[in-house]
């Protein structure tokens, strides 16, 4: 979209004179009109800027590793670079060179942390390893640099005689930040106390905040500051995410950011006059921009490998960080109408930072595949796990009600001293209000009183109690993760990598209430769903949880397996036999067969040996039974999931991805929920009668990503 708009401005700013087109422009922006759009839209982007910095989390400086600081000073080093050619070059260079290039290499030396976060956003890295170092990166450059800058504009436009006129100009734009930092964040802190659990802010305190942003804006222009500085610093002080945080991106973004900042970001270019270039100066530009840039880069680069990245990694950090966007474009030109650039300047800079963006979008995703981190290149599934090996397990967990269904299903598996479990337990958060993605380990730490994580501390109250009842045979660590639901696969991805599970849980997107009626119906679960069933390096299970189930020592618990045959078959009946050890859970795997079976297949030899203990061949096993169930067409497959679902409280079932069989062929053409399997997709039907819950399982897939 960016360049759209970029195009647009040229269109119609005075690039092009041409004909009956010059008249048509001259007729829709009359007598200087253009002035009083870029005037207007001026405040959709003042709060434009207030927004990106309210879903900044300020204290995430202190939380920044040093490979972050090192990215972040490496931008210095072509500052540095341009400043020694201008002195080194200064007799064989003119003033108006000397004096304008400066402003020139340093802008392109430092970068923007909205625009930073707003490609990492557009190329969906968001939450990788780089993406993450990018943001850290950016938003250190960013929050220095704005201090910097306002610091060197109050020296230069300082007013009064004598050593202590510029002195007592900075002490006043620093007590002016300052100030909003410390004050306003207890402010806006006293807002969220006085705003109940669950209710939107009062509208009151939303005008209030709003009006604010404009008296600092009027405040910073009597201190000779940019207008919009006023709002950078109360969007600092502002507690990112809800309940303020969002209620503020809610009123306030679809104006701003959709509407009115592209509308100044149009008539800030077309202030821009590339038909009055002079060509002799260009070349003076583009080669102080190319010098800043492969500087840039190379030092960049240069830091990542010294810190041990991966060369990809660092070429495509050093692209993300060399990134040009919205607010460069509009920096630039309104340093152009400061008189700090000349028409060649800022012209050339426009270009560059097209070139630029567009560079860095390109380049960034042919080169970074986050999905390459967690390849299935090594087996992580529960068919291939040693015997008496931990089950390394994660367990997702979006809303409260799936907290029960996940440690019921847990203690389905019947921990054991000589089958251990790891449970990783993720509670999975929508990142609303905030730019930056949070990850949080709860192994360690104290539980909040905030309320903010509230569904975290059930989730570490529960759990906890689940590892004290099987201490010593199960370990729990408990994480929090808010992100987009675009790229929350990524962290689930990232966390089973990271502790080696064999296996992912991921509960239905569909809830059921006591009466078997459909609640609610997230599709935002299922999309994630899919695109971990897609890239994840491990066996994957869905829960679904049609009615309560839970384990009593007095009563038998019944749990069905029906096995068609295939890798997912295969490891869905290895989960289920972990249930079998439990002494008062009856497993029943019933395996249906058609009338004349093809035995002669590698996969069927395959399925013989899984079920050879199941069939007593080993062994008969006391709470284990085995049944072959012959199915002549469709509708008696139909007909038999009814009555196993009467008769169980849970059913485990593979989802049998990829694999055609002829039992289900008639029955492919009216799934619903593709994620679930044909199968699966019955059992979830909602003309099935049955409080039962289902668990579809996928072998880890190989070698697909």
């Known amino acids: ?104 290499f340093i802008s392109h030396s430092i970068c923007s942390f909205p625009v930073i976060a707003g490609l990492l956003n557009e190329l969906q890295i968001l939450n990788s ?55 306003g964040r207890h402010l806006m802190k006293w807002i969220v106390r006085h705003t109940p659990e669950g209710r939107p802010v009062r509208k009151i305190y939303i005008y209030t905040i709003v009006l604010l942003v404009l008296l600092l804006g009027v405040l910073e222009n009597k201190l000779k500051q940019p207008f919009f500085g006023g709002a950078i610093m109360l969007g600092l002080a502002v507690p990112e995410g809800p309940p303020l945080g969002s209620e503020l991106v809610n009123q306030l973004e679809l104006v701003s950011t959709w509407f009115l900042t592209p509308i100044f970001l149009t008539s800030c270019i077309m202030k821009v006059n590339l038909s009055q270039i002079d060509v002799n100066q260009i070349l003076v530009v583009v080669g102080f921009i190319i ?23 660092s070429i495509c950090i050093a692209l993300i ?58 087996r992580r599934n529960i068919l291939y796990l040693k015997p008496n090996t931990e089950l390394r397990i994660v367990a997702c967990i979006h809303k409260p009600c799936h907290i029960s269904p996940i440690r019921n299903f847990l203690e389905l598996l019947s921990p054991t001293t000589t089958n251990p479990m790891v449970v990783d337990v993720m509670h999975l958060m929508e990142l609303v209000g905030m730019t930056s993605p949070i990850f949080i380990s709860h192994r360690n730490q104290i539980i909040s009183s905030s309320s903010q994580h509230l569904y975290s501390e059930d989730i570490i109250v529960t759990f906890s109690l689940f590892e004290h009842e099987y201490a010593g045979v199960a370990t729990v660590n408990a994480y ?51 695109k971990v069933l897609e890239k994840a390096p491990c066996s994957i299970g869905i829960l679904l949880n049609r009615g309560p189930f839970g384990f009593s020592s007095s009563s038998e618990f019944t749990v069905a397996m029906i096995f068609i045959g295939g890798p997912d078959d295969r490891e869905a009946l290895c989960l289920a036999k972990r249930s079998a050890k439990e002494s008062n859970c009856r497993l029943c795997v019933y395996r249906l067969i058609e009338k004349e079976p093809d035995m002669s297949t590698w996969d069927t030899m395959l399925d013989a040996e899984v079920l050879r203990d199941v069939q007593g061949v080993y062994g008969r096993v006391e709470n284990m039974t085995f049944e072959d169930i012959t199915i002549d067409d469709a509708s008696e497959i139909t007909s038999f999931l009814n009555d196993v679902a009467i008769k169980f409280k849970f059913i485990v079932v593979g989802r049998r991805n990829e694999i055609k069989s002829s039992l289900t062929n008639a029955l492919v053409n009216w799934t619903e929920f593709e994620e679930l399997g044909v199968i699966g997709d019955l059992l ?22």
């Open 1 to 104: 979209m960016l360049p759209l708009k970029w195009q647009t401005g040229f269109v119609l700013g005075p690039t092009l004179k041409y004909g009956q087109f010059y008249e048509y422009k001259k007729l829709l922006f009359p007598f200087g009109s253009e002035d009083t759009l870029q005037l207007i839209s001026l405040f959709g982007y003042t709060f434009y800027l207030f927004l990106t910095y309210v879903q900044m989390d300020f204290s995430r400086i202190s939380r920044t590793g040093s490979k972050a600081w090192a990215i972040a000073i490496s931008s210095l080093i072509p500052i540095v670079a341009g400043y020694a050619i201008i002195i080194g070059l200064a007799s064989s260079l003119s003033e108006q060179v000397i004096i304008g290039m400066p402003p020139v």
């Open 129 to 183: 390893e780089i993406g993450r170092l990018a943001l850290s990166s950016s938003l250190l450059l960013d929050i220095s640099g704005n201090i910097v800058q306002g610091i060197g504009t109050a020296l230069i436009t300082a007013e009064g005689i004598g050593p202590m006129a510029p002195i007592s100009s900075v002490v006043k734009v620093l007590g002016l930040f300052f100030f909003v930092i410390i004050v």
């Open 291 to 313: 010098m800043v840039t492969l500087v840039k880069i190379v030092s960049c680069v240069g830091i990542c490998r010294y810190r041990s990245m991966p060369t990809i990694d």
């Open 321 to 378: 960080m060399s990134c040009k966007g919205v607010v460069d474009i509009c920096t630039y030109v309104l340093l152009y109408e400061a008189k700090k650039y000349n028409e060649t300047d800022v012209g050339v800079m426009v270009i560059s930072g097209l070139i630029l963006a567009t560079i860095s979008k390109i380049g960034v995703k042919f080169l970074y595949d986050p999905s390459r981190k967690y390849a299935g290149y090594q």
């Open 480 to 530: 929090t993760a808010i992100s987009p639901f675009t790229f929350m696969h990524d962290d689930i991805c990232y966390l089973a990598v990271d502790r080696v599970a064999s296996f992912i849980v991921l509960p239905f997107h569909i809830r059921w209430g006591e009466d078997g009626i459909v609640e609610s119906d997230d599709n935002n679960i299922r999309s994630l769903n899919s």
């Open 684 to 705: 979830a039907s909602t003309d099935l009668d049955t409080r039962a819950s289902i668990l579809v399982v996928q072998q880890q897939q190989m070698n697909k990503k």
